[in-house]
Nanobody, 115 residues
């Protein structure tokens, strides 16, 4: 079972930046994909970004060009660099690891963007 712990959330003004971190409890080299989802109040959880074990990345249209996902296999870490933040980015952000068709979730970290 992979355990994930997110950190780096907080309150930021519109146009600002934050970097979220996700620490995995084991070597992520063997994990097929890792990524980020978010859930705003009253809305369904939505996919934000994914990074595959080979390093390729994909982004939701709403964050493309503003967010960057990366991974450090040596440190068992995944990051989400968020720039040009907008109030509509306000949400709880969750880290996900996908291995052998099993999904593992972190507990989430709150990001609040003020206008």
């Amino acid at each position: 079972q992979v355990q994930l712990v997110e950190s780096g959330g907080g309150l930021v003004q519109a146009g600002g930046s934050l970097r979220l971190s996700c620490a995995a409890s084991e070597n992520i080299f063997s994990i097929n994909a890792m990524g980020w989802y978010r859930q705003a109040p009253g809305k369904q959880r939505e996919w934000v970004a994914t990074i595959l074990s080979g390093g390729s990345t994909n982004y939701a249209d709403s964050v493309k060009g503003r967010f960057t996902i990366s991974r450090d296999n040596a440190k068992n870490m995944v990051y989400l660099q968020m720039n040009s933040l907008k109030p509509e980015d306000t949400a709880v952000y969750y880290c996900i690891a996908i291995r052998l068709l099993q999904n593992y979730w972190g507990q989430g970290t709150q990001v609040t963007v003020s206008s």
